[in-house]
């Protein structure tokens, strides 16, 4: 597919004039990653935006303890490393490649003369900010408020609402999600993800297996909230 063609399909691009379209396309370099392979690097330089056209990437943060925090996940169209582009500060999160993945990249002053000629696409970057930045508030308050299970609870009602499949026995997540991965998208340890997964799953709230977690009662995920 060329520049053009995928420039189309992203929000970030959406309606952009056919000669400004070509323009930036000249301005983009691709890249691509394996599985599991690291993109940027929390507190690194950075000056440059990568918008995800195949595949997918988890943003996430370390703590000094070597404990993983996912904080957000970038699928096909979305955009990441605006932060440090933006503010000139270091990377805030670091960034890996959940499954093979293929970027394109824009460095700093194309993408803000970019936004300077484009006031929609300006206002989309700002809408995706409040929406990440919403999420990080609830996050973080779920971190105050909600125990373990509640947090694995709300949090799989969200991914279910964004990668859930209906089936016959459930809604698969169709993340593939490790217990372990599961256990950094709520700030837990591993051991206290599998124990409140595997008291969901004796409630019949849950299935875990092969292909990753399937909800089987929605309705009872979300009164554990309340
Ligand atoms: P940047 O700081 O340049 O590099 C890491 C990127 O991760 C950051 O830009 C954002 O694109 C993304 N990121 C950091 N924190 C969050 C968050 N809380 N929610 C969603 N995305 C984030």
């Known amino acids: 597919m060329d520049e053009r063609t995928l420039l ?6 959406a309606g952009m004039p056919g000669e400004q379209l070509q323009t930036l396309a000249g301005a983009l370099k691709r890249r691509t990653y394996r599985q599991g392979a690291p993109i940027l690097h929390q507190g690194d330089p950075g000056d440059s935006l990568f918008i995800v056209v195949a595949g997918r990437v988890r943003i996430y943060t370390l703590s000094p303890e070597g404990h993983e925090l996912s904080v957000w996940i970038c699928d096909e169209g979305d955009f990441f490393g605006e932060m440090a582009l933006l503010s000139g500060e270091p990377r805030s999160a670091s960034a890996e490649a959940m499954q093979a993945t293929e970027v394109l990249v824009l460095q700093r002053q194309a993408f803000r003369d970019y936004l300077l000629a484009n006031p929609t696409a300006a206002i989309h970057t700002i809408e995706v900010l409040s929406r990440r930045l919403r999420s990080t508030t609830e996050d973080a308050e779920g971190l105050l408020s909600l125990n373990v299970t509640q947090r694995i609870a709300r949090k799989l009602l969200q991914l279910m609402e964004r990668y859930g499949v209906p089936g016959e026995d459930g809604v698969l997540i169709d993340l593939n999600l490790s217990q372990e991965a599961m256990a950094t998208l709520v700030g837990t340890t591993r051991e206290s993800a599998n124990r409140a997964l595997s008291a969901l799953r004796d409630q019949g709230i849950v ?16 009164e554990l909230l309340y």
């Open 8 to 13: 189309n399909g992203i929000p970030l691009f």
């Open 207 to 222: 299935q875990v297996d092969r292909d990753g977690i399937r909800v089987i009662d929605p309705e009872k995920l979300q």
